[in-house]
């Protein structure tokens, strides 16, 4: 079983980029599809980004154009580079295997599909 761990968060301006970093622990991560998922108070579980084991991304349109979604499987890493941060983006931010090769777009998507475990994800929080 995969365990994620999330890092990179902060406080920034709207306007603003930050690069998140998810290290991968208890199995390989070449194989699998890694997705990033955010939770904000109030709101539902929301996709963000997934990249398929040959590199391949997906974005939702919510993001498409701001997020680049990248890994690096030498060191078990996904990354996540956000730019022209909006206070919408404002969310706990996690990482999650999102199938097997490929991004499963209806997984990712899904705001209440049932993950087998979670990190402890990273707080994002745009604001002026």
């Known amino acids: 079983q995969v365990q994620f761990a999330e890092a990179g968060g902060g406080l920034v301006q709207p306007g603003g980029s930050l690069r998140l970093s998810c290290v991968a622990s208890?199995?390989?991560?070449?194989?699998?599809?890694i997705g990033w998922i955010r939770q904000a108070p109030g709101k539902e579980r929301e996709g963000v980004s997934c990249?398929?084991?040959?590199?391949?991304?997906y974005y939702p349109d919510s993001v498409k154009g701001r997020f680049t979604i990248s890994r690096n499987n030498a060191k078990a890493t996904v990354y996540l580079q956000m730019n022209n941060l909006k206070p919408e983006d404002t969310a706990v931010y996690y990482c999650?295997?999102?199938?097997?090769?490929?991004?499963?777009?209806?997984?990712?998507?899904?705001?209440?599909?049932?993950?087998?475990?979670w990190g402890q994800g990273t707080q994002v929080t745009v604001s002026s």
């Open positions: 990249i398929a084991s040959d590199g391949t991304p």
């Open positions: 208890g199995n390989p991560l070449d194989n699998y599809a």
């Open positions: 999650q295997s999102i199938g097997r090769y490929y991004c499963q777009a209806r997984i990712l998507m899904d705001s209440s599909y049932e993950y087998d475990t």
